[in-house]
């Protein structure tokens, strides 16, 4: 197992890219710590499109934990259905996974992320969201912070995007349907050690936000599944 390796991804949308997600896979060769899923891994709530994913990943590696955030495509109504059609994963909503890579102790903190503003979609079928969009920074500094306090590697990772640098490429006037100003501001204050997230197909796959690391994993803009080294001190991100 790479003892100081992740791999992340998201927006597979499966079945849509799970070619890009199968072509990625069969190139890497080393075992990570964490394999990382941030959101839309299926299409339009079809539950059932997450099992070639998972059979693909566990005939890669058979122990490697598998920790995913729900996408707005993972919808609400199908969530309590993915954890128990998929018990291999830890699903993080608004939670902490805790655990060792190499010599590093991680915590793994994880959201769907928050908005700035609902879609229409949403405001017309889910207006409570906004509410929920505006506490969700408060629930995640406690996290991280906690994490932080207990001397962890913290790693954030969120379905939505995190910083408008990575949506550099996606329509301005969507932007604020697409990530938080609140979400930035945390991570430019709290700075975890790496942020991770997706949902912008067309942005840009990495940007550096107050010193952090914040790496945007869609597939459809990477084509690839993203590789991520840890050291103490030190984090690199290769393609």
């Not at 058979?62 to 919808?75: D, H, I, K």
Request: glycine residues 8%.
């Amino acid at each position: 197992m790479g003892q100081d390796l992740i791999y992340a991804v998201s927006d597979v949308h499966s079945p849509r890219f799970l070619h890009m997600f199968r072509s990625s896979l069969k190139t890497l060769t080393e075992e990570p710590c964490f394999f990382i899923m941030a959101g839309d891994m299926i299409d339009k709530g079809k539950v059932e499109m997450l099992k070639p994913i998972v059979k693909d990943l566990r005939s890669k590696w058979l122990e490697t934990p598998l920790v995913a955030v729900f996408g707005n495509e993972e919808y609400h109504s199908v969530r309590e259905e993915l954890r128990g059609e998929y018990p291999e994963i830890t699903w993080l909503d608004d939670g902490t996974l805790k655990g060792n890579c190499g010599n590093l102790k991680i915590a793994i903190v994880g959201t769907q992320g928050a908005l700035d503003r609902l879609t229409s979609w949403q405001a017309r079928n889910m207006p409570w969201l906004l509410e929920d969009y505006l506490k969700k920074p408060d629930t995640l500094t406690k996290l991280i912070s906690e994490a932080r306090g207990e001397g962890y590697t913290v790693i954030l990772v969120s379905h939505y995007a995190l910083t408008s640098e990575n949506l550099k490429g996606e329509d301005p006037r969507a932007w604020p349907e697409m990530y938080s100003r609140k979400m930035e501001k945390l991570v430019k204050e709290l700075k975890p050690d790496i942020a991770i997230h997706g949902h912008a197909h067309n942005g840009k796959p990495y940007a550096l936000v107050g010193g952090v690391p914040v790496y945007n994993v869609a597939i459809p803009l990477t084509k690839t599944i993203k590789k991520i080294k840890l050291a103490k001190g030190l984090l690199e991100f290769t393609s």
